[in-house]
């Protein structure tokens, strides 16, 4: 099975621009998973979608908003960004059914943001 | 809120040695997921092993072993016969399995280096 693919890779923005990342999760998964993460930060959860549902939110402002579409392919999109919106943002899939291995989840390779 | 504290930023170990990376975790929850994820310098994210709250046995994945201690919170991860693959930031990871879960909650890493 083809692993999890995130679009672009890279992708430098100025500041009050918005931008908008691509995820596509492994074939059968249904939950998609987004995180940010920075050097001072550390990994930090943003949201995760199931079946085109937001079923939980991390604590960041209305800025980061995200959804799903029927193919389970995901996106978050970041408007208005700050300077330190600049992060890799992660992305993770998992079969998300309830069942515990649903729990696992497997990441993609990241699209690195950069904010000037 | 759950935590997740690594308290080692960085170890270091000699090739073919052994090595324990420590990671210990609050949660008021019975009932979680424990993760170990590698991220070499490519930034992608790999599962290493999981281990379930309810389950007294220890996980093994060929070289990589845990040791859980539910009651002292605590989740350590054992690389036998360390190998230069295996440099990399270790994340240990925790959720709860309830259907409000937030994501993974990561601890902020231990940058493991092999020395050859």
């Known amino acids: 099975k083809a692993g999890v693919t995130q679009t672009p890779r890279y992708l430098i923005k100025t500041r009050g621009q918005q931008v908008t990342l691509s995820c596509s999760p492994i074939?059968?998964?249904?939950?998609v998973s987004w995180y940010q993460q920075t050097p001072g930060q550390g990994l930090q959860f943003l949201f995760e979608y199931f079946s085109e549902t937001q079923r939980n939110k991390g604590n960041f402002p209305g800025r980061f908003s995200g959804r799903q579409f029927s193919n389970s392919r995901s996106e978050m999109n970041v408007s208005t960004l700050e300077l330190g919106d600049s992060a890799l943002y992660l992305c993770?899939?998992?079969?998300?059914?309830?069942?515990?291995?649903?729990?696992?989840?497997?990441f993609g390779p990241g699209t690195r943001l950069t904010v000037t | 809120a759950q935590t997740v504290t690594q308290s080692q930023p960085e170890m270091s170990v000699q090739e073919a040695e052994t090595v324990t990376l420590s990671c210990t975790y609050d949660t008021s929850e019975s009932d979680y997921y424990l993760f170990w994820y590698k991220q070499p310098p490519s930034r992608q994210m790999i599962l290493v092993i999981r281990?379930?709250?309810?389950?007294?046995q220890n996980a093994t994945e060929n070289r990589f072993s845990v040791n859980f201690q539910k009651a002292a919170k605590s989740f350590s991860l054992k690389i036998s016969d360390s190998q230069l693959g295996d440099a990399a930031m270790y994340f240990c990871?925790?959720?709860?399995?309830?259907?409000?879960?937030?994501?993974?909650?990561f601890g902020k890493g231990t940058h493991l280096i092999i020395q050859p």
């Open positions: 993770a899939s998992s079969l998300g059914t309830g069942q515990y291995l649903s729990y696992e989840q497997y």
């Open positions: 990871a925790y959720r709860w399995s309830g259907g409000g879960a937030d994501g993974l909650t």
């Open positions: 074939s059968g998964h249904r939950s």
């Open positions: 281990q379930e709250a309810y389950k007294q």
